[in-house]
């Protein structure tokens, strides 16, 4: 099939374009997410994530590394949905993967084709990949999550596996430097800047733009209005780090506020938000005024640029803090009655500054500003 032969240059002895802009980047490492994807007949693995996070790349890396460990490279198929033009087509390409006997099957942005699932499912629950590791990645969790689901009992060994920008801590080991509190302190500055994006290394306004673009062509895929979102940002940015409901952001944009909680919803079934609801005496309460974070210090300073919105700095500060909360604990909420704790989280309260506090906070409430803020960040990592 000539569309699978120009994308799987690994059958002629070549290296994929992918692989070789990695090999030529200052600072290039083997993902770690790849360790946990089983490797062993029969499974369907889902991998999750925000879209320029590193998924292509990183199957790219793992095909190479296959194949250095012996595997046939006419084993190996790697399939990029992104460039099917219909389900029909993929149903072909399934159809051809599964009659040449592939072993490891890489399929690519599955998300980008509707239904992309149909075809597939019917596939393996007619044991035409019994034989087969197969990994299958997308950006949209709002659609892969809920497809997973589509697949019980016919996984097999397969996992689920997220892969996100890296926390403060996994991109401070990049740079091997000594854990010195100015070593740190000088990377977080960094961190800030290109969040956990590799990327964004290399040209932080470039990734941004690059950012944006992906951020529109994912609501245009699944039919939701860029330029409706771009205004929902736009109120939101305005708000942050403060409590929001929907309604104060439906007031500004003009819609109802079913349609904002319906796109910030999608927003973060996107990676790009997350919610914190208000939690007190043990109690949540879903219908309370949230805080909702963004979930890269990148991202953030992209939906910035794309809506010409400034923020507070104390924002991002707290978002850092939020998100690597989140990842830790599975939870994250805030507390506000009279006094506000920005996050709560696995039995921790915690309140962020950009500068030195002016009040008092209760007992067992710890107080972070922008000097002590990375070194409570490598601790929790």
Not at 137 to 161: C, N, W
Not at 354 to 369: E, N, Q, S, T
Request: aromatic letters at 14%.
């Amino acid at each position: 099939m000539y569309f699978l032969e120009q994308t799987n240059p690994h059958w002629f002895g070549e290296e994929d374009e992918d692989v070789g802009r990695w090999r030529t980047k200052k600072i290039h490492v083997i993902p770690e997410w790849l360790s946990k994807i089983p490797l062993r007949a029969f499974s369907v693995n889902f991998i999750l994530g925000p879209r320029r996070v590193g998924k292509t790349t990183g199957m790219k890396l793992l095909i190479k590394d296959l194949i250095e460990r012996g595997i046939e490279p006419r084993k190996i198929v790697y399939v990029n949905v992104d460039l099917i033009p219909d389900l029909r087509y993929f149903q072909d390409v399934l159809r051809y993967v599964s009659e040449n006997k592939f072993e490891y099957v890489f399929i690519d942005e599955a998300t980008s084709l509707e239904n992309w699932w149909r075809p597939l499912r019917g596939f393996v629950d007619a044991g035409l990949f019994k034989r087969c590791v197969l990994v299958v990645s997308g950006s949209l969790s709002l659609k892969v999550k809920k497809h997973a689901e589509l697949f019980p009992g016919r996984t097999g060994l397969g996992k689920q596996i997220e892969v996100l920008p890296l926390s403060f801590p996994e991109f401070f080991k990049l740079f091997n430097p000594k854990p010195r509190e100015t070593e740190i302190r000088k990377l977080f500055k960094r961190y800030l800047r290109s969040g956990g994006f590799l990327g964004a290394l290399e040209n932080e306004d470039a990734f941004m733009k690059e950012i944006v673009a992906a951020l529109e062509s994912e609501l245009l895929k699944i039919g939701l209005s860029p330029k409706l979102a771009f205004e929902i940002f736009s109120s939101l940015l305005d708000k942050i780090p403060s409590p929001i409901s929907y309604q104060a952001i439906a007031s500004d944009v003009g819609v109802d506020y079913k349609t904002v909680r319906s796109y910030l919803e999608t927003f973060e079934s996107m990676y790009v938000v997350q919610t914190a609801y208000w939690k007190g005496d043990r109690r949540i309460k879903y219908r309370k005024e949230k805080k909702i974070f963004f979930r890269d210090p990148l991202v953030l300073r992209a939906v910035s640029f794309w809506t010409s919105t400034k923020f507070l700095e104390s924002a991002m500060y707290e978002h850092v803090v939020q998100e690597h909360l989140f990842r830790k604990f599975g939870e994250i909420y805030y507390y506000r009655n009279r006094c506000e704790i920005d996050c709560v989280a696995g039995g921790l309260k915690i309140e962020v500054k950009a500068g030195k506090p002016h009040r008092r906070y209760p007992k067992g409430v710890k107080i972070l500003d922008e000097q002590s803020l990375p070194q409570f960040l490598m601790k929790l990592g």
